[in-house]
């Protein structure tokens, strides 16, 4: 499947003059999700967004497909069953990305912590249950003393510590998953592109006319459709308010910040969630990635630039601080920092950073009723009836989670679909919510009928394996390119990048052509992004087709010339496009390495 800048000249002539059944306006994976449900469904789907792909809000999360374990502790059953449920869907339909790993959980004897260690035993039996989860699993639960605990991590301060939990959760790469369901979206029939940006949503009789600038060539047409999607995620409220609709529950975008550090300065055996220690409802997480560790998030309101969100000062000074706490012996500072990244999350203005109201945790005695519950429920003894009612006297009667927690909504006006708020590992989910309201709108209003995919089932593009033997397809696409030579260890992380799309990859291998000061497998990679992944600018490659700007950053010097050298040959740009694309890339290296901030604190 060719998806490139050639491919983008026809997709704008198509987006010119076709009417289509649904025109999405957000290339996030809320966007992705739907465009990919849509186009498998048969419809004439169209996807376009200002930037490229993934590059809002979808590529700067915390890189995990997050079961939300801390919710139990509010109630939210529902939420966490939703979560953990949704995470093996989205593992079944992308099982080269998301990946299975132990969280460890530190638990401190502190004022408002967030578990005890009977809170977390209790949490986690219930967890496992909820994430069918086995006994016999690798990844079942464990819960170990302090002295138990130090073993694990040395480095972790010992003051207060009490105990570590040990559960399942995923780590993905969200740029990825995003790129994967346009990719199997476009195989499907939709039509895409990115730096095509929404002016105006009008009537044009039956139809709906969105009003577009193409903003690599400055020209401006519309694009009719017999219904439009809102997926813009943080621009949710700017959509309709060019579609001059009332916005219900106005967004309430709260910045969260990451920094990256290499892993012998915090070195980690797994990923690490525990409570700031500022005794401000915040919990932080620790990742290993590769030779890398990064540690986040914050979670403050934001009104600044949604386009380009930085990392401040006081980001910067509340993680160091955080992290310190937590890892006396490390001494962390900005000069430690090799990369780092700033997200906006598009949460509704009623909910928190996990679409949460605001709920207190319950008793340690509660917690246990709940897990009594939550038995009998699984044992057959009760229905899921009695579970909710049971909840519901528990919690003193508190709102349902279900209904709120989840932390996404979707309304229909007037030939408009809005999708706002919700999270990554919920994608799947409101993608497939946000159908049947497609599916229902098509029926009333122009008497079409609509099948829609089992998109439980559906995989994504470089998915298409068995989700139950992994690790053995991994192995298996590895081996084909070592044949090819590669060596083992690339080879193993080329497949996993790449998944079931790896022999496409080793086409390009195959051929043996490498481009000047670019190893063979460093120039199949760029020409693979730049043909099949839309890849139209260096930053496109560096930080979000691959994470070399993140967690490769060694690597930047030597490949930074010969990468834009390569693209403005294969993409013929003229002299002045390769400085203005050299410039964009080096601005923003830089700001994700800190520079500015590194130089004003030497001064």
Known sequence: MQFNSEQRTQAVKTLKETVFDVVIIGGGITGAGIALQAAASGLKTALIDMQDFSEGTSSRSTKLVHGGIRYLKTFDVDVVADTVGERARVQKIAPHIPRPSHMMMPLYDEPEATFTPMSAEIAMEIYDKLAAVSKDSPYVHKLL????????LPMLDQTGLVGLAIYLDFQNNDARLTIENIKQAVTDGAVVASHIKAKKISDGGAFKQVQVNDDLHDETFDITGKLVINAAGPWHDRVTEIADEPTTDAMRPTKGVHLVVKKDRLPVPNTLYF????????????????????????????????????????????????????????????????????????????GDYNGNTTKKAVSDDILHALDTTINQYFDHEIDRKTVNQALQDLSGGAKSASSVSRGYKIEVENGIINVSGGKLTDYRLMASDTMKFVAEALSDEFNQAVTLIDSTNYPVSGGHFNPNQVDAEINRYAEQLESLGVLETEALELANLYGSNTPELAKYIATGVSAPHLSITETSMLHYAIEHEFVLRPIDFFLRRTNYLLFKSEDLQRLEDPVIEEMSKCLTWSPETKAIMRDEYIQLRDETQLKTLKEEAER
């Open 145 to 152: 003393s302090a002295e138990e605990a130090n073993d694990y």
């Open 275 to 350: 409570d700031s220690g500022f005794h401000d409802g915040r919990m932080l997480f620790v990742i290993p990635r590769a030779d890398k560790t990064y540690f986040g998030t914050t979670d403050t309101d934001y009104t600044g630039d949604y386009a380009h969100p930085k990392v401040e000062q006081p980001d910067v000074d509340y993680l160091l601080t955080a992290i310190n706490r937590r890892f006396p012996k490390a001494k962390i500072t900005l000069d430690d920092v090799q990369a780092s990244w700033a997200g906006i999350r598009p949460l509704i203005g009623t």
